[in-house]
């Protein structure tokens, strides 16, 4: 690849149009127009559409910013650290693909140790479902994947699944939901779970690993609920959960800090319903410093209570 097409391509996005990046650079807007369509020659595809009087990025250009965003920034951090006479050794870049469905408070808490290394490495973090991460992490653009589910066995790439821990499943109400059903946090703790028939529920969306466990165990309970909401997204879950739409589940290890951050009332964790959190890497043995940091804090702290 042709970095200096990389460049203008990076150049353009960053500046709001090829007109203006044009003038930036020096060039006319027909000769960097030019060097970009070399660039996506050399890529096989499209990286910008036009838009009214300016352009956006297609998919695959998203993608290609997305790594340019990385290179030029490693560039210009080696030229401050020459230019500053400073040790000039490259920052590490921990590149972590974090599965859709696993929720933004458990992401954080896995990955939160790298950060507490004596050199810790710059987090380059993108969300995205698992098979998309997968193929990332196949050709080595991602160095860790956190899921909620284990690498499919069938996978044609050889990558290796790590268990993190298991946690169970605890369900929330927001005060004002338990007053309009007549219930007090109370009374739901001692009547769980049959209090939640009475009560609409929020869920993950059926795609996530936890849904089909939830209706599962719902059903194995003789509970039938109504369904007020389903959400891909499970931080806009709670948000709903917080205003008193509906219960809610989230997992047991962050119990405390989900009731304090939402104001709800923890009302029960069942001892049959479980998740569980995976790190995917392409190592059998993990020999990264971040990454193991990860997992031994993981197993060690964040699901003592469950790994085993």
């Known amino acids: 690849m042709n970095y200096k ?4 391509f ?13 003038e930036q650079l020096h060039l006319t807007p027909q000769t960097l127009s030019g060097q970009i369509k070399l660039l996506e020659e050399r890529v096989g595809q499209p990286l910008l559409r036009k838009v ?5 990025p297609t998919d695959a250009g998203r993608l290609v910013m997305r790594y340019a965003d990385e290179i030029f920034a490693l560039g210009s951090s080696l030229q401050e650290a020459l230019a500053s006479g400073r040790d000039a050794r490259r920052t590490t870049v ?15 808490h896995v990955l939160e140790p790298a950060m507490a290394l004596p050199e810790p490495p710059r987090l380059a973090c993108h969300e995205g479902g698992l098979t998309g991460l997968l193929a990332e992490l196949a050709v080595h653009r991602l160095d860790l994947i956190v899921s909620d589910v284990p690498a499919p066995v069938s996978l044609s790439v050889r990558v290796y699944t790590h268990l993190l821990g298991r946690s169970g499943v605890a369900f929330f109400a927001a005060p004002r939901l338990l007053k309009a059903a007549g219930l007090t946090a109370q009374r739901a703790r001692k009547t769980f779970p049959a209090c939640l028939a ?7 969306s059926a795609p996530t690993a936890l849904r089909p466990r939830i209706d599962a165990w719902l059903s194995e309970h003789g509970l039938a609920p109504v369904v007020a909401a389903e959400f891909d997204d499970s931080a806009l879950l ?13 997992p047991a290890v962050l119990a405390d800090e989900i009731a304090q951050q939402y104001q709800v009332q923890w009302l ?3 001892d049959d319903l479980m998740e569980e959190f995976y790190a995917i890497s392409v190592e059998r043995r993990i020999t990264h410093p971040a990454v193991a940091a990860i997992t031994a804090t993981a197993r060690g702290k964040l699901f003592a209570a469950r790994a085993d």
């Open 5 to 8: 097409h990389l460049h203008y």
């Open 94 to 108: 921990l590149r972590v693909g974090i599965a859709d469905s696993v929720p933004k408070a458990v992401a954080f």
């Open 238 to 250: 709670k948000a709903f959960g917080r205003e008193g739409r509906g219960v809610f589940a989230a």
């Open 198 to 204: 009475a009560l609409p529920m929020l869920l993950p």
């Open 268 to 270: 029960g964790t069942p």
């Open 52 to 56: 009214g009087r300016g352009v956006e």
């Open 10 to 22: 990076w150049t353009v996005l960053r500046a709001g149009g090829i007109v203006r990046a044009s």
